[in-house]
């Protein structure tokens, strides 16, 4: 393309930006002198600024572009960085280690603000994980998912209040009450795909919290729960900030866990089941796989997950209402299964943090915040559209008729 | 046998029977109900009427009518698709294995503590499935992903997951569709091998009338629901009744 129509397009998109900001960035009503503003000069920001950005905008499309032709023309997929780690022992061994130490020293360097965000990033993850599941790698979309981590919050909630029963009394009730409550969403939805799926389960995750916010002698209302007692350690007393490192190794001990756990989940064969379900439902009953039965245990195993989560939030914030557990969150939870890229559990621990931590450390652009937020977000997906890592699923690797494994 | 979609009837009365080691073939114009015929028998839709009786090798007998697809999957009757329905997404080697899923055991306590039943059992699962492409002659594709075969191969993976689920009943629905001459004939040596090596009987729709009439010991006719016609080969290709059906009234004479 010759230059003089690059800089033709560039003026027609700074153009239409100008016209598009006009409103708000030029016009202000003076309310104090009662006068109308016109501020130029921003007008002039604009356009010159999108002028600009729109070189760059299109550079980096012609730069994906050649990407995808390269792998067309059988040069392969190129690996991520993240799989390449994880190929390489060598690296990936001292990487990990060198992680973990990074994940243990962390809480006893910084602030108590910067373990709270961190104890929230690492909930995420589990959310994630659990999302993943179904979402991810059963393919069914589920939008009410913050349903099952309102039922893990308010089962330790309310049989504290109520029975005095302690945190790692809850933890696991907390998680097997996810599990049935997965179930018994799981129940009506079996026939349900795609549009469908998602519009009964975001409603089903309206109904609970609609009875939680209603049911005033049940879970208190929309005041909530509060003086829910943080988890213990055979009676020690901890200060504040030792119990905000100590939730810190809880969760991350749990986020682990979780990873474990689904990794080895995914690696089977009911994990095998799940992504037979979710290329092509006909195809997998027909070849004798109970259709019922792979979808339950998906929601059911990805609801455990919430509950999990549930519990250790309510212990963290020691306070619980409903609107902790609005639609929102559920989206929230789905961008960073999306984000992350789907299916792939690295991908979902760094959507989780980067959806997490991201908020978080943008407050320094104040009112900006959301928009940055939304502006990223944006990007990922024209440039990264399977997600911060996409297309890792380890595939079972047959490595000839005498070996015969991973 | 007898199936209705609100006024419609799709499959009318239609009266088949398969002897064991017997390729039967069901042959018709578009549209005629032999898919839906299919669909009746491996339990994805429910017949209106009639019954659907199996009987195993291991002796008995059963009605399979109304059963859910996997349960008649484990029963020993398997299937392929008209269009090809494949895992894309998953290897060549792992859709067999999703075929073998129904002789597998391991749950959820299996996936995660691995013990050593479950790890051999999966080694073994993996290792059936090899040696099922090999049969099939897919070997050489095992790694890759099952959307990058070639067309003939993604048909015949279809067989090669069908056979992994132990059938003794193979229902094929158009594997010869958009099949060159030459596949055609490998897909012809193929089955008949199936036959005598994998002791299984095989049911058929095809609307290739060479690979029909080379293949089957008998054929059915069905035409807007019905049956028309059966009987060996032979006595089909000159039957006035069929050759009405495909080619029309005025060709009879």
């Given amino acids: ?228 007692p943080r988890p213990g350690l055979f009676g020690v007393a901890f200060s504040l900030e030792a119990h905000a490192r100590y939730i810190y190794f809880i969760v991350v001990a749990l986020a682990v866990f979780t990873i474990f756990m689904v990794n080895r989940l995914q690696n089977s064969r009911i994990g095998r089941a799940w992504l037979a379900l979710r290329e092509d439902e006909i195809a997998c009953q027909a070849m004798g796989v109970d259709k019922t039965r792979t979808k339950l245990t998906a929601f059911a195993l990805g609801a455990t997950w919430a509950g999990l989560a549930g519990v250790i939030f309510a212990a963290k914030t020691t306070f619980i209402n409903p609107a902790s557990f609005t639609i929102w969150e559920s989206i929230n939870i789905l961008c960073i299964v999306v984000l992350g890229g789907m299916g792939s559990i690295t991908g979902v621990v760094l959507g989780a943090l980067v959806l997490v931590l991201l908020p978080e450390y943008l407050r320094a652009f104040a009112e900006y915040r959301i928009l940055t937020f939304g502006v990223v977000l944006v990007l990922m997906m024209v440039f990264r559209p399977g997600g911060i890592v996409s297309n890792v699923r380890r595939t079972y690797q047959f490595e000839g008729p005498d070996s015969g494994d991973k | 046998m007898s199936m209705d979609f609100g006024g419609l009837r799709a499959v009318d009365r239609l009266d088949l029977m398969i002897h064991r080691g017997e390729i039967v073939a069901l042959i018709g114009p578009n549209g005629a109900g032999k898919t839906t015929f299919f669909n009746c028998i491996t339990g994805l839709y429910t017949p209106t009427e009639g019954d659907i009786h199996i009987h195993p090798p291991g002796g008995g007998s059963k009605r399979i009518n109304g059963l859910k697809p996997n349960r008649v999957t484990e029963l020993g009757l398997a299937r392929t698709f008209q269009n090809i329905r494949l895992f894309q997404q998953m290897t060549v080697l792992e859709n067999v294995m999703i075929g073998r899923h129904c002789r597998l055991r391991s749950g959820i306590a299996g996936a995660v503590f691995r013990p050593p039943h479950t790890v051999s059992e999966e080694r073994q699962a993996a290792m059936d499935s090899y040696r099922i492409l090999e049969k099939i002659g897919l070997e050489s594709f095992v790694n890759d992903l099952a959307k990058n075969l070639p067309y003939g191969a993604q048909r015949r993976l279809e067989i090669a997951r069908a056979l992994a689920t132990e059938p003794f009943l193979l229902l094929l629905d158009e594997p010869a569709a958009g099949m060159n001459p030459h596949e055609t004939h490998e897909l012809d040596q193929l089955i008949l091998r199936l036959r005598e090596t994998e002791n299984v009987s095989i049911l058929l729709i095809e609307h290739d009338m060479k690979l029909v009439m080379s293949l089957s010991d008998r054929i059915y006719v069905m035409d807007y629901g019905r049956k028309i016609a059966e009987g060996a080969p032979g006595r089909i290709k000159n039957d006035p009744v069929v050759i009405k059906a495909y080619l029309g009234e005025e060709y009879v004479a």
């Fill in chain 1, 1 to 228: 393309m010759t230059p003089l129509i690059e800089i033709r397009k560039s003026v027609l998109v700074s153009i239409w930006f100008m016209f598009l900001t006009f409103p708000i960035m030029v016009i202000r009503v003076n309310t104090v002198e009662n006068v109308v503003e016109w501020r130029w000069h921003n007008m002039i920001a604009i356009g010159a600024g999108s002028f600009l950005l729109s070189f760059v905008w299109r550079y980096m499309i012609r730069r994906k572009e050649q990407g995808i032709r390269r792998q067309r023309e059988g040069a392969g997929p190129r690996l991520s960085i993240f799989q390449r780690i994880g190929q390489e022992r060598r690296i990936f061994l001292p990487a990990l280690t060198l992680l973990a130490v990074a994940v243990v020293v962390f809480p006893f360097l910084v602030s108590m603000y910067q373990v709270n965000i961190m104890t929230t990033a690492f909930m995420y993850i589990m959310l994630g994980l659990g999302l993943n599941i179904v979402v991810g790698v059963a393919g069914l979309l589920d939008l009410g998912y913050v349903a099952f981590y309102a039922v893990g919050a308010y089962t330790y909630a309310l049989l504290n209040h109520h029975f005095g029963l302690n945190f790692w009394v809850c933890l696991p009730i907390g998680a097997a009450l996810g599990a049935g409550f997965g179930i018994l969403l799981g129940f009506p939805v079996l026939r349900l795909r795609g549009d469908y799926l998602a519009i009964v389960t975001l409603g089903f995750g309206e109904i609970i919290r609609l009875v939680l916010e209603n049911w005033n002698e049940f879970s208190f209302g929309p005041s909530g729960i509060s003086n829910i």
